[in-house]
């Protein structure tokens, strides 16, 4: 079943002894923290695991303008990135160094490079019930203080969350083999060069 935003904070809200909010734009105070804390609790949560539901890949060709030092190419990253799970080559092969610096990958691999990554997923839809969980808990661990002045209960949340991250990330990595990023039409690029 699909959750919402709104559903999301509202378990970290009632899970606190808060009442329910019916929207993020509701003038309470717990409305106004959901407001302002749930996209860095999103993104915060997604970038620590690699989530089925937040994985992507892309192919990237180099900037024009090459590197001031140390690095021969540099990849302007998605818009939507948050975290780098793989980056390979034209050939399939896995790229072992470089560096990430500004929203730009660094390396000295020829263009393009394909990237595996997790990406800034905001349609609350595509998230897995335990990841959902795993939000609530996280967005409860961040109001707990806020709301009710206790850093025990903050404390206590953020324990609870890190259980339900914990289950979380299990579930999902046993739903399949890590995703490839090996180009599916290298070999035919590479033939048609010959």
């Known amino acids: ?4 935003v709104i559903e999301i904070c509202n378990n970290a809200l009632l899970d606190l002894g808060e009442d ?3 929207s993020l734009g509701d003038e309470t105070k717990a409305a106004g923290l959901c407001n302002h804390r749930w996209p860095a609790i999103r993104d915060a949560v997604l970038r620590a695991h690699p989530w089925n539901c937040a994985m992507a890949q892309a192919e990237l060709a180099a900037a024009s303008a090459a590197p001031l030092w140390k690095w021969e190419y540099k990849y302007i990253l998605p818009t939507d990135f948050l975290r780098i799970i793989q980056i390979v080559s034209t050939g399939g092969d896995t790229i072992e160094d470089w560096e990430i610096q500004s929203g730009t990958i660094f390396c000295n691999e020829e263009a393009p490079i394909f990237i595996s990554y997790v990406r800034c997923e905001k349609d609350s839809k595509k998230y897995d019930a335990l990841l959902t969980e795993a939000f609530s808990a996280r967005l409860a661990a961040a109001l707990a203080y806020p709301l009710s002045g206790s850093t025990a209960l903050a404390q206590s949340y953020w324990k609870t969350y890190q259980e339900k991250l914990t289950e979380a990330r299990g579930v999902d990595a046993r739903e399949g083999v890590p995703e490839s990023v090996t180009p599916t039409n290298w070999l ?3 033939m048609g060069v010959l």
């Open 20 to 22: 329910a909010i019916m």
């Open 188 to 190: 035919g690029a590479k």
């Open 1 to 4: 079943m699909a959750t919402s």
